[in-house]
């Protein structure tokens, strides 16, 4: 069974950074595509970037703009998603998923996620 949990959220003011950590369990990264999205109260969660099992990335070109990065560490256990100039519209829940079965900017192709970590970008 996979389980995923996620870490590194927090209050962070406009222009800071942070990086998000996706540790798995029954799992290891490099097995299959895998990603992280975002979602605000009560919107639908959004995709931010994905990285497939050969290490090639992806990302939404409407969030990232070269501020997030998305990487694997070298035992393939953990998933990052370092971020840097947050702006407040970057203020999310973020989750990490992986082992898509379709898209792999679609949320309804995951079939495992974490439980999501929030971040808070502050004035």
């Known amino acids: 069974q996979v389980q995923l949990v996620e870490s590194g959220g927090g209050l962070v003011q406009a222009g800071g950074s942070l990086r998000l950590s996706c540790a798995a369990s029954?799992?290891?990264?490099?097995?299959?595509?895998s990603a992280w999205f975002r979602q605000v109260a009560g919107g639908e969660r959004e995709f931010v970037a994905a990285?497939?099992?050969?290490?090639?990335?992806?990302h939404n070109p409407n969030i990232v703009k070269d501020r997030f990065t998305i990487f694997l560490d070298n035992e393939k256990t953990t998933l990052f998603l370092q971020m840097n100039s947050l702006n407040l519209e970057d203020t999310a829940v973020y989750y990490c998923?992986?082992?898509?079965?379709?898209?792999?900017?679609?949320?309804?192709?995951?079939?495992?996620w974490g439980q999501g970590t929030q971040v808070t970008v502050s004035l």
């Open positions: 998923a992986t082992r898509p079965w379709g898209k792999v900017t679609a949320a309804e192709s995951y079939q495992d």
């Open positions: 029954g799992h290891t990264f490099n097995r299959y595509t």
């Open positions: 990285i497939a099992a050969n290490g090639a990335s992806s």
